[in-house]
């Protein structure tokens, strides 16, 4: 077992960020720690890689436990911190140089050549990091994570920010680390999860609401019965959730709405409803496919009951 996390709490004064957090991730799974802003992705981060101490509960990293053998966790842990804090004076290669002295890293000149090379530094390594766009930076990022061949790579929000090209960059740069490396990586974004992902774990208010196979979860959310309506007018939820099987509506404009099935087909009713209502219903259709509707599902319902 390449991470194991149990029972973790953590608490910031009053505030609850973690909530009892128990999950084991296998060496070379691609974990995708999935959660609204808030959640307590970063603060598990931390934990996982001794930045912080949690309150209670425990981490071991290949067998070595976070309050006894913390030096042995960073060793076997590469981390790339959220929002990529760098010494935006130095230089690509002279900031690699100083990672690799604080890890003690064996043949610098050549390891850093590597990780130049392996994350498509090349031509940039002679510029200073605060002349690189916002993809490169995260390039030397992951080169500094990786540069004393961590087992464990974890990833805080690493494509935040990024314009869509930089994103696929960044995301197949991580893919191909990943089939060497254990990775966990946190987003908000659904769909990050769907390109990158083995596993996906969902976390919403310090606690663990989902813990499914990439594959699994897709199948659930094509099961899920969710249609998005589009009314000629205005409508409201309250109305909407009195519609018998509907279990749910979320609002997407004044007009267009999902509605969640209880269970079966629901589009009759929804039909029967708009007569009643003297509305009419100017497109239906099946939203169930994306993961991201499950995602929505999964945090949305516990931060407003
Ligand atoms: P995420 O990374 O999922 O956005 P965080 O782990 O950063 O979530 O935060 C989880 C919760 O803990 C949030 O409510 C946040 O405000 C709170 N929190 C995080 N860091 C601190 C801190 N140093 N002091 C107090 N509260 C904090
Ligand atoms: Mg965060």
């Known amino acids: 077992m390449s991470i194991i996390v ?42 996982i890689t001794c930045f912080i101490p949690p309150t ?12 006894e053998h913390s030096i042995e966790v960073r060793k076997h842990v590469g981390y790339l911190p959220e929002n990529n804090p760098l010494y935006l004076e130095l ?21 850093i050549d590597e990780m130049i090379g392996m994350t498509g ?20 990022g992951l080169a500094q994570a990786l540069i004393h061949n961590p087992d464990v790579l974890i990833l805080d929000e690493p494509t935040s920010g990024l314009d869509p090209n930089q994103l696929i960059e960044i995301r197949n740069l991580i893919k191909k680390v990943g089939e060497e490396k254990t990775v966990m990586l946190s987003t908000h974004i659904m769909q990050e999860v769907e390109a990158v992902c083995d596993r996906v774990i969902i976390i919403d208010k310090g606690k663990i609401v989902a813990d499914d196979t990439t594959s699994e979860l897709a199948s659930m959310a094509s099961r899920s019965g969710r249609i998005r ?6 409508v409201s939820v309250d109305l909407l959730k009195s519609i018998k099987g509907v279990k749910d509506a979320i609002r997407i404009s ?38 991201e509707a499950i995602f929505q599902d999964l945090t949305r319902k516990k931060s407003e009951s």
């Open 121 to 140: 530094l090349g031509a940039e390594q002679k510029k200073k990091i605060g002349a690189l766009s916002k993809g490169y930076r995260q390039r030397v």
């Open 91 to 111: 230089y690509v290669r002279e900031y690699l140089e100083f990672v690799a002295g604080i890890y003690k890293v064996a043949n610098k000149k050549n390891r």
């Open 56 to 67: 209670s509960g425990n981490v071991s990293v290949y067998g070595n436990n976070i309050y």
């Open 229 to 234: 309506v589009e009314f000629n007018k205005k």
């Open 6 to 47: 149990e029972n973790i709490t953590k608490e910031y004064g009053s505030q609850k960020a973690l909530d009892n957090v128990t999950f084991k991730i296998n060496a070379g799974e691609v974990i995708g720690l999935l959660g609204p802003n808030g959640a307590g992705k970063s603060t598990l981060m931390k934990i």
């Open 254 to 291: 004044d007009r267009i709405f999902d509605l969640i099935a209880e269970k079966g087909d629901m589009r009759e009713q929804i039909f029967n409803f708009a007569v009643k209502n003297h509305l009419a219903v100017l497109s239906m259709q099946q939203t169930g496919t994306g993961m």
